[in-house]
C-alpha cells in the first residue's frame, strides 16, 4: 500500500516588524516575486499556488 500524504507545506511563517522590507530582501536573493501584500503580511513564492515563505508584522 502506498502512503497518502495527509497535508503538504503551504508556507514558512516568520514574524518580524516590517513583513514588506523582509519579502523584498528574500525577493531578491530567491529570486521569486512577492504573491501577496497588505499592511502586517506579505508572501514570496514562485506562484500563488506554490508554498513560499511569509512574513507577518509582529512589534517588537
Do not use: K, N
Not at 518580524?16 to 521569486?32: T, Y
Not at 501584500?37 to 509582529?58: E, M, P
Amino acid at each position: 500500500m502506498i502512503p497518502v500524504p495527509l497535508g503538504r507545506l503551504h508556507h514558512l511563517i516568520v514574524d518580524c516588524p516590517d513583513p514588506m522590507a523582509e519579502a523584498r530582501f528574500w525577493s531578491a536573493v530567491l529570486g521569486d516575486p512577492i504573491t501577496y501584500a497588505d499592511d502586517d503580511f506579505t508572501v514570496v513564492s514562485a506562484s500563488t499556488a506554490a508554498s513560499g515563505l511569509a512574513f507577518q508584522r509582529a512589534p517588537g
